[in-house]
């Protein structure tokens, strides 16, 4: 198998108007790709919650994208606080965001369920004091 295509980008933790960026960059790269639009839009919503919670959480982090023929692998990385409680994250509306953040209209508590909800498959590894990185998987 040929090794993938690989895009890289930095996520400015310090930036809130850059949050978004890098999914705004894999979608036209994937339409120029000729993916469809559905794998598409599955990979820029993951992408765009993961960078957000990358911005409110974890002051940014690395965002690395895999393209292969049958499959998106996205992974994002920080060494931000961590996840306590990876499943009590994992429920809808729950968020440690602080209060100046959700006056802004993020933190309600949806990306991680929006990133596995457009994902085929999706893995947390996360320690506290170290960091986070998830993976996630999109067939196309």
Do not use: C, W
């Not at 998106?72 to 009590?88: H, K, Q, R």
């Amino acid at each position: 198998m040929a090794d993938p295509l690989r895009f890289h980008y930095k996520v400015d933790g310090s930036n809130f108007t850059s949050a978004g960026e890098a999914s705004v960059e894999v979608k036209k790269k994937l339409r120029q790709l000729g993916f469809s639009p559905e794998t598409i839009r599955k990979v820029s919503i993951a992408m765009y919650e993961g960078e957000i919670n990358m911005v409110i959480h974890a002051r940014g982090g690395d965002a690395d994208v895999f393209v292969y023929p049958d499959r998106i692998e996205i992974v994002l990385a920080d060494t931000g606080p961590g996840i306590a409680d990876v499943d009590l994250a994992m429920q809808e509306g729950y968020s440690t965001a602080p209060d100046n953040i959700r006056t802004l209209g993020f933190g309600a508590g949806m990306g991680l369920p929006n990133m596995k909800r457009n994902s085929d498959s999706m893995r947390i590894d996360s320690t506290v004091g170290v960091g986070t990185t998830i993976y996630m998987t999109i067939l196309v």
